[in-house]
């Protein structure tokens, strides 16, 4: 295994306990701070690899799951109905800690629309629509995260909830 390779999964692990962590605490600088501490990560060598905290961590918890979106659908061209399916199962343990984030961005608006304009982006370009650009993308983040705010309040036992909802978000947008 390669350096890069290994630095990614060693990463990608941190990541994982931190969002492990988040569900049960929040996505706050506490709970970050309990993370450092936990995995002692000094404050100095903590201020290096997660500049902005845990919004950096957000931002990794994104990539994640984005890298899993793009290695599941290597080399075909899926409907978005696919492609938001296969997510949200794919995320489905990590629901707990969706929910805690989502919190945590309401109260960076900034932050979560740009870490959702990337997924949303690599979301078209796996569907290779000739309609990638800005009002494409904007669109699918806003009716995205309406998705993902049903899914997390899906309870039913087959996600019939954001089944529905994914269908009717790529109707709308006319991304089938």
Not at 34 to 40: I, M, P, Q, T
Not at 61 to 78: K, Q
Request: net charge positive.
């Amino acid at each position: 295994m390669s350096a890069r390779i290994e630095q990614s999964a060693y990463c990608e692990t941190e990541v994982l306990r931190f969002a492990a962590l988040a569900a049960e605490f929040g996505w706050s600088r506490a709970t970050f701070e309990r993370f450092c501490s936990d995995e002692g990560v000094a404050p100095p060598e903590a201020a290096r690899r997660w500049p902005g905290g845990e919004r950096s961590l957000a931002w990794s918890f994104n990539e994640t799951a984005d890298e899993a979106m793009l290695s599941s659908w290597r080399g075909v061209h899926p409907t978005l109905v696919q492609i938001l399916r296969a997510r949200f199962e794919q995320n489905e343990p990590h629901k707990r800690a969706v929910a805690a984030l989502a919190l945590s961005d309401a109260l960076h608006p900034f932050n979560t629309l740009q870490r959702t304009s990337q997924t949303a982006m690599r979301m078209l370009e796996l569907c290779a629509l000739r309609r990638s650009g800005w009002f494409a993308c904007w669109s699918l983040v806003f009716a995205y995260s309406l998705v993902v705010l049903v899914w997390l309040a899906d309870k039913t036992p087959d996600r019939r909830r954001t089944d529905t909802a994914v269908r009717a978000l790529s109707f709308v947008l006319g991304l089938r």
